[in-house]
């Protein structure tokens, strides 16, 4: 077959188009991270504040598949003038845990009781590549690939009672997060609630996404594995020390290349390796959780998973299953995509093997964020949700609540396809050995009546 013949111009254009479609892919994590930069500085935040959550979120986070029982903690930092010191508290009282990564979204380090001060706390010094000053005494050295980078951390009560709260509460206003310039006297700690106000951090799958990742080309040190990428970034006029000032033409083409590699993003978000025979619960990540989320293997760099995964989520651990394990849905009993105009029940057997808590959560598909405007997001065992008498609970699933059920039901948006995760904070043995099983969800009537009328 003769193959179709295309102009010089036709030609170029593919070739750029390929390329911008795969500096999508290498970008993902480091753009997401600066829709979430960029929203943190929108929230009135400056470098050295901390913002966290006074109870949990709602919908107005927007940030990659968070949960809505944590009372998180979040902050950016930046290290080019000199490190930075982060004050972390012994968890007393309630749990404090979460990581420390950089502008690529790498962990570079857990903290808590699970990560590396064991829940004693310590004074971690932050520090860029290049630094080659010694550590002072009492102070735990972090090493940043970047000059960049954030911190995610959840609290996480004993109950829901006030006491317990306030507890969780008081264990993060003893964050301190200061430069190692100022430890003689620190300046007075920000600590800014955010609970209620829109935090948006999702990326945008638009031609801007690539005025995103010319800013942090520019802002961040080249590293070795990203030489060949570099000079790919070169045609689409992406290059460090220079400005990026793409024309209409390559406006246009950037649109189309964002939107194949927002539905490759999508298309792999809704891939789940099995967790137990049959079942479409699973995990989408492989190459993550075996070299601490930073893709890097002995012969390459997994940049495919790599996207899909910080399309998907942000701040993984640097070692998965201690604190948390998460499974996810796309698809039901009859391997259907969920979608948002259907109603649908899953049940959660008794004696969910996890420590602390237990929560399934919906998301939007198309932003992996929540479904904005939602009224619930998210049922977890701290709601006390009704329970069958085996001790079972069933969660609903769909755009009206079925009736008698608005406690157990979480809200989908019609005509928009979703996924969910269920989450075991604190997991057990039982998740491990699968001795303990979900079963898919199953599409139901219930709501749809309501919905018709």
């Known amino acids: 077959m003769t193959p179709p013949a295309y102009t010089s111009t036709q030609l170029a254009d593919r070739a750029l ?3 911008a479609v795969e500096a999508a892919i290498w970008g993902m994590p480091i753009v997401s991270f600066d829709a979430m930069r960029q929203a943190f500085f929108s929230s009135g935040a400056n470098y050295g504040d901390i913002l966290y959550l006074s109870q949990p979120a709602d919908w107005k986070l927007q940030i990659t598949t968070p949960n809505a029982s944590s009372l998180y903690v979040y902050f950016n930092y930046n290290i080019k003038d000199g490190p930075v010191v982060l004050e972390f508290p012994a968890a007393v009282g309630a749990g404090l845990f979460g990581s420390i990564l950089d502008a690529w979204q790498a962990p570079i380090t857990d903290v808590g009781p699970q990560g590396k001060d064991r829940g004693k706390g310590a004074k971690y010094l932050l520090t860029h590549p290049d630094h080659k000053e010694n550590v002072p005494a009492g102070y735990t050295r972090v090493r940043s690939a970047t000059f960049n980078g954030y911190a995610a951390f959840r609290a996480i009560p004993k109950t829901r009672s006030d006491t317990d709260t306030a507890k969780a509460l008081e264990l993060v206003k003893q964050l301190r997060l200061y430069p190692l310039s100022q430890a003689a006297n620190p300046p007075q700690q920000r600590h800014i609630d955010i609970a209620g106000e829109l935090f948006d951090g999702i990326a945008r799958f638009n031609d801007t996404f690539y005025d995103s990742l010319a800013r942090m080309v ?46 490759g993003f999508m298309d792999a978000s ?15 990540i492989v190459t993550g959780p075996k070299t601490g989320f930073t893709y890097q293997t002995e012969t390459f760099l997994d940049i495919d998973e790599r996207g899909a995964m910080y399309f998907l989520a942000c701040a993984p651990p640097k070692k998965l299953g201690a604190a948390t394990f998460y499974l996810g849905a796309a698809t039901d009993a009859t391997d259907a995509r969920l979608d948002g105009g259907n109603s649908y029940r899953l049940v959660v057997p008794p004696r969910v093997p996890a420590k602390q808590f237990w929560a399934v959560t919906v998301y939007d598909l198309e932003t992996a964020g929540f479904i904005r405007e939602s009224p619930r997001v998210e049922i977890n ?27 157990n039901w979480i809200y989908t948006a019609p005509g928009k396809p979703w996924l969910t995760f269920f989450r075991f904070y604190g997991p057990e043995k039982a998740v491990f050995d699968k001795t ?18």
């Open 218 to 263: 520019n802002e961040e040190p080249v590293q070795m594995r990203d030489m060949v990428a570099m000079g790919q970034l070169r045609p689409l006029g992406i290059e460090r020390g220079k400005e990026f000032k793409p024309d209409e033409a390559t406006r246009t083409l950037l649109k189309s290349a964002i939107e194949e590699a927002h539905a």
């Open 270 to 284: 809704t891939t789940f390796h099995p967790y137990w025979p049959n079942a479409n619960w699973g995990m989408s």
């Open 436 to 453: 303990w099983r979900l079963a898919d969800l199953e599409q139901t009537a219930a709501g749809q009546a309501e919905l018709a009328a």
């Open 17 to 19: 188009l390929r390329r």
């Open 381 to 407: 065992s701290y709601q006390e949700p009704q329970k069958n008498p085996d001790g079972s609970v069933y969660v609903y699933f769909g755009p009206v609540a079925p009736a008698g059920k608005e406690s």
